[in-house]
């Protein structure tokens, strides 16, 4: 079996990316602190704000360079994209120079802890006193 060629090599993680730049062209026209997208199912159940409540008015605002007002919306998502770019990268530069992919595994203590962190930003963000973390 022959090795892929670089431009084949590099096709995946450029799909990604193209559909990546489709996602914010579109967050950028359509923006979504004035248009209507699909309601978070657990807010419009419960009430409360989910971890993942604000993201898509944080990554709308990121098109628009505003990180202030992406991290008011939802701080979490604005660093969960920042981690998704570098992986992002990481998995083109493998791929360009045709090296295997090693990003670091998390192990257990770190996976518990980041789960308990986003537990209590669900938690604070829902009280009164965490009306900052909620979404703007």
């Known amino acids: 079996m022959s090795t892929p060629t670089r431009g ?17 062209v579109l967050l950028h026209v359509r923006d979504p602190r004035t248009s209507t997208y699909l309601p978070c199912p657990f807010h419009a159940l419960t009430g409360l704000w989910c971890p993942g409540c604000g993201a ?36 083109l530069r493998a791929r360009w120079t045709q090296t295997p992919l090693t990003l670091p595994r998390p192990n257990r203590p770190t996976v518990v802890v980041g789960v308990a962190l986003l537990v209590l930003f669900t938690v ?11 979404p703007t």
Request: no cysteine.
């Open 8 to 24: 084949r090599s590099i096709a995946a993680p450029l799909g990604v990316g193209m559909a990546a730049v489709g996602g914010a």
């Open 56 to 91: 898509t008015r944080a990554f709308g605002d990121l098109t628009r360079g505003d990180i202030a007002a992406a991290a008011s919306s939802n701080v979490v998502a604005v660093l969960l994209g920042v981690v998704a770019v570098g992986v992002w990268a990481a998995w």
């Open 124 to 134: 604070v963000r829902n009280t009164s006193w965490g009306t900052a973390l909620a």
